[in-house]
């Protein structure tokens, strides 16, 4: 088999190669190029005829300037005049003039359309032709447009067409004629017939001479065969043994490989030429150095774990075992390899995480309080040494910067050390100079994990804590929270900020699997879980975000990268893409400035893609310039959302009015922000229409009372838990935006509602039980998927479902179907 692929990839293909490399040649370039060389010349041809009507009406218009004849003699003598002028084989291809509202002034096959207003004609596929006529000359003055029009003087036979248009401005007309693409398809058809006889011609000379020339090497090939054969017979024994073997086997004589079993190279991916040229440490983690001295001992075999290193780079977790043999006077040696599955993989740190993670998740819901500090204080004039004399006899590591009883800021021995020490500045200065303000604060009553969250997001070292009057209570560093707290949600989040490459990344993401399905099966509320979700996500992204900037240097102008759709709700489950945009400066805009914008964007999109997040399959991500764009363009696209409000607009809408700011300026995106609730609120058809997409869930449930699934007529019964969960995020969002409140998580967006008093408790308490049980299923089917060595999906058997689930889902379906007839009528009795 090595000799036959020998033989054809060095003769054979390369002549294969040759006769497919002339034939596509001929298809991919020539035809493609004299195809656009007939169509420019036909285009070249229409725009020379157009040009010759446009100068006869010229000649009217002269004689009309120089008061020979009236404007409106002129106009019609021009008329009767390009109406009779034909051309073409069968003298029946003409010209048409309209003007620029548009208007039919002269078309001579269609005398009925005639003074008729041309806004709202289509041709036979619904597209505005005269309208774009008038876009083109417009824009360019003269142009082409392409549509479907009557064949000449009939009227049953409709076909392409395509159209010179050129503007006689003095008059506001617009001449036009046009060529029927049918007529140079004909001609194209021709030329291909033409070259395509030509290239199997030549093809086939080409083919007898690699007939004989694969002859005569065949004979060659042959020969060579039968003086190695001798040589094949002497390790046949141990061919015959590794490729029997059920596991992956190597044959390794003399640091080389010399055979391999069909078993590993499907395990591997690499082909049996390949792994002949790969040295051990090529296929596996582990260097032949270091298994090489486990043998001198005259010892026959051992096993150890290690990693594959396959094809597309990917680790397998391989168990290998290795057996010295004899072999033509000297040894070898047999290793086998046998995969460890993923499935025992994910269990592996399943077991590994979820302790660590169970352990910590009763600390993390434990209130801050007794790790609070008492205040220390002192004045703003006070000199930055006598405040580290101060911490050092307090034995605290902390000032808060008073003035007149008013809590300017806070000062900490790092700002000290960094601040004034590091770079040599005066100790006698006033330590306002070098304090951290304004300070950030948080309740005594916040949990550690909420705590944890506020020092990440907000960058600081220490959070001044409040009472339930919102008195300042307090300290509380992020060293005292890390000394107690040695969990994995912590070190994740850290993990990420000392992180260097996007390789780096990926290894933590793929940690996250593990950790959802620990706190989807220890918390019943699921906001934490998605908001942890959520913000892992987030710190990635910023981190990316950050690499390329070091790649492409510092933005031109000030911007904001945001993330839509169920990021920007912070309701990321374990089945999720990419859905972002990038606003950036107005002042600042033009070509250069996009193009920076769109290579970073690219860079974050390939990066996050590579880690796990897949790319949007509908194109909403920064990297498509329809979505990178100044601030101006983004009210522009809302605006047109909310005033023309069809199914398209809807979608886009519902996707982006959800945005958050991931890493940027906020004033750019609170500036959108407030024009979309402006233009939401003052719009109620636009309410009215996004109200109405909520009537387009479809209950599991039949008619006598059963769930059969989302897909009546599939033998598989399943139910959708994205589709159930979307009714409820529609219903939020246009509430939301009905009453003016700018969160975008669901279950906030309720909360909210209830505490403004739009809905009622009862109400309040069922769609957020509702909402919050049908996520934890979500999560942990897909969790479990996942461990399972699975594709996470967000659909779930109703063999997986137990007696109770199924009954409360059916509740949850009878809440749902009357969400649409709610919010509807909501919204129309309006004022």
């Given amino acids: 088999m090595k000799n036959n692929r020998s033989f054809y990839l060095g003769v054979v293909l390369p002549s294969s190669l040759a006769i497919i490399l002339f034939i596509a040649s001929i298809q991919v370039f020539f035809i493609p190029f004299f195809e656009k060389a007939i169509m420019d010349d036909k285009k070249e041809m229409i725009a020379e005829l157009t040009n010759t009507a446009w100068s006869l009406i010229s000649e009217y218009e002269s004689e009309y300037a120089d008061s020979t004849i009236s404007l409106q003699e002129a106009q019609q003598l021009a008329k009767e005049r390009v109406a009779q002028i034909r051309y073409g084989s069968e003298q029946k291809d003409y010209f048409w003039i309209i003007d620029e509202k548009p208007t039919m002034i002269m078309h001579p096959y269609r005398p009925e359309l005639i003074g008729t207003d041309l806004n709202n004609y289509y041709d036979a596929n619904g597209k505005k032709l005269f309208v774009e006529a008038t876009k083109v000359v417009k824009e360019q003055n003269e142009g082409f447009i392409d549509y479907m029009w009557q064949w000449k003087d009939d009227s049953t036979k409709i076909v392409p067409k395509l159209s010179s248009v050129k503007s006689f401005e003095p008059w506001g007309w617009i001449v036009g004629t046009g060529i029927y693409l049918d007529d140079v398809e004909e001609e194209i058809k021709a030329l291909k017939n033409s070259l395509l006889i030509i290239s199997l011609i030549i093809a086939?000379?080409?083919?007898?001479?690699?007939?004989?020339?694969?002859?005569?090497?065949?004979?060659?090939?042959?020969?060579?065969?039968?003086?190695?054969?001798?040589?094949?017979?002497?390790?046949?024994?141990?061919?015959?043994?590794?490729?029997?073997?059920?596991?992956?086997?190597?044959?390794?004589?003399?640091?080389?490989?010399?055979?391999?079993?069909?078993?590993?190279?499907?395990?591997?991916?690499?082909?049996?030429?390949?792994?002949?040229?790969?040295?051990?440490?090529?296929?596996?983690?582990?260097?032949?150095?270091?298994?090489?001295?486990?043998?001198?001992?005259?010892?026959?075999?051992?096993?150890?774990?290690?990693?594959?290193?396959?094809?597309?780079?990917?680790?397998?977790?391989?168990?290998?075992?290795?057996?010295?043999?004899?072999?033509?006077?000297?040894?070898?040696?047999?290793?086998?390899?046998?995969?460890?599955?993923?499935?025992?993989?994910?269990?592996?740190?399943?077991?590994?995480?979820?302790g660590e993670v169970k352990t910590s998740l009763l600390l993390m819901k434990q209130p801050i309080k007794h790790l609070v500090q008492s205040i220390a204080a002192c004045t703003a004039d006070t000199s930055i040494q006598m405040a580290a004399n101060k911490m050092s006899r307090l034995k605290k590591d902390f000032l808060l910067v008073k003035q007149d009883k008013i809590i300017l800021g806070i000062v900490t021995n790092k700002d000290v050390t960094k601040k004034a020490v590091a770079k040599s500045s005066n100790l006698d200065s006033p330590v306002a100079s070098i304090m951290t303000a304004p300070i950030c604060t948080i309740s005594d009553s916040a949990s550690l994990h909420e705590a944890l969250l506020s020092f990440t997001s907000q960058k600081v070292s220490h959070l001044v804590t409040t009472d339930h009057d919102n008195t300042i209570s307090g300290v509380i560093s992020y060293e005292s929270i890390i000394s107690i707290q040695h969990n994995t949600l912590a070190y994740l989040l850290l993990e990420i900020e000392n992180t260097n490459t996007v390789e780096e990344l990926a290894i933590i993401h793929n940690k996250i699997p593990t950790l959802i399905h620990a706190l989807a099966e220890s918390n019943e509320n699921t906001y934490d879980t998605v908001a942890f979700a959520s913000s892992i996500s987030d710190r990635i992204t910023r981190?990316?975000?950050?690499?390329?900037?070091?790649?492409?240097?510092?933005?031109?102008?000030?911007?904001?990268?945001?993330?839509?759709?169920?990021?920007?709700?912070?309701?990321?489950?374990?089945?999720?893409?990419?859905?972002?945009?990038?606003?950036?400066?107005?002042?600042?805009?033009?070509?250069?400035?996009?193009?920076?914008?769109?290579?970073?964007?690219?860079?974050?999109?390939?990066?996050?893609?590579?880690?796990?997040?897949?790319?949007?399959?509908?194109?909403?991500?920064?990297?498509?310039?329809k979505w990178c764009q100044p601030l101006s363009k983004w009210k522009a696209y809302f605006s047109s959302w909310v005033d023309e409000p069809d199914i398209e607009r809807l979608i886009e809408a519902s996707t982006f009015i959800d945005f958050r700011t991931i890493y940027g300026d906020n004033q750019l995106s609170d500036d959108l922000r407030q024009h979309v609730m402006n233009l939401a609120q003052s719009n109620n058809e636009f309410l009215l229409k996004l109200a109405e997409m909520t009537s387009n869930f479809k209950s599991p449930i039949n008619a006598f009372g059963n769930l059969v699934g989302n897909d009546h007529t599939s033998k598989e019964k399943t139910i959708d838990l994205k589709t159930i969960l979307t009714p409820i995020v529609k219903y939020s969002r246009v509430s939301a935006l009905k009453h003016g409140i700018e969160t975008t998580n669901t279950t906030e967006r309720i909360k909210a509602l209830y505490e403004a008093g739009k809905i009622s408790e009862d109400?309040?308490?069922?769609?957020?039980?509702?909402?919050?049980?049908?996520?934890?299923?979500?999560?942990?089917?897909?969790?479990?998927l996942i461990q399972a060595g699975e594709h996470p999906v967000n659909t779930i058997e109703l063999a997986e479902l137990s007696p109770v689930e199924k009954n409360f889902l059916k509740s949850i379906f009878q809440l749902i179907n009357n969400l649409s007839t709610s919010i509807v009528s909501e919204i129309k009795n309006t004022d």
Avoid at 560 to 570: D, L, N, P, T
């Fill in 204 to 354: 086939f000379i080409i083919a007898l001479i690699l007939f004989y020339v694969v002859r005569q090497s065949l004979g060659i090939e042959l020969k060579r065969r039968n003086l190695t054969a001798e040589l094949h017979k002497s390790r046949q024994k141990y061919v015959t043994l590794v490729e029997a073997s059920n596991e992956g086997t190597l044959m390794f004589l003399n640091e080389s490989i010399i055979f391999s079993n069909a078993k590993f190279r499907t395990l591997c991916g690499f082909s049996q030429e390949e792994i002949s040229h790969k040295k051990l440490e090529e296929l596996f983690t582990t260097k032949w150095e270091s298994i090489h001295p486990n043998f001198k001992d005259n010892t026959k075999s051992f096993s150890f774990e290690s990693s594959l290193i396959c094809s597309d780079n990917i680790l397998k977790e391989v168990i290998i075992s290795i057996s010295k043999v004899e072999y033509a006077d000297t040894y070898g040696y047999i290793i086998t390899t046998k995969e460890v599955s993923r499935k025992e993989v994910a269990e592996r740190e399943s077991d590994k995480l979820s």
């Fill in 763 to 784: 109400f309040y308490k069922d769609i957020s039980l509702a909402y919050n049980y049908v996520m934890k299923i979500r999560l942990k089917n897909q969790s479990r």
């Fill in 543 to 625: 981190k990316i975000i950050e690499f390329g900037i070091e790649t492409y240097g510092p933005a031109p102008c000030k911007y904001v990268f945001m993330v839509v759709g169920s990021e920007g709700r912070r309701e990321q489950t374990l089945l999720t893409d990419q859905d972002n945009g990038l606003i950036y400066d107005d002042a600042h805009s033009n070509e250069k400035v996009q193009e920076y914008f769109l290579e970073l964007a690219n860079y974050i999109s390939d990066s996050l893609d590579q880690i796990g997040y897949n790319y949007c399959k509908g194109g909403m991500m920064a990297c498509n310039p």
